[in-house]
């Protein structure tokens, strides 16, 4: 579930859905909002995932959450 295997496409993993994601997340957004661009996504079928998704970033280093905003790491 976390990572893609034969048996297991890349957006059926909670990698896939980082990564989608990711590329919705330009800008520091709440999460009400990010949810609202991303709910669309075959990836981001259920509000749980999603939650379960914003986790595994946090747990990489890749988010960060300032003052209400989810914002993707810098790498200074």
Known sequence: MILPTKHI???NT??????SILTHLI???TVSALWERVKCLTEMTY???FILTLDFLFALGV?????GLIERRRND
Do not use: K, V
């Open 9 to 11: 496409s890349a957006n």
């Open 27 to 29: 800008t520091p957004q």
């Open 47 to 49: 509000y749980w995932r």
């Open 63 to 67: 988010i960060d959450l300032n003052n």
């Open 14 to 19: 909670l990698l896939g859905a980082g990564a």
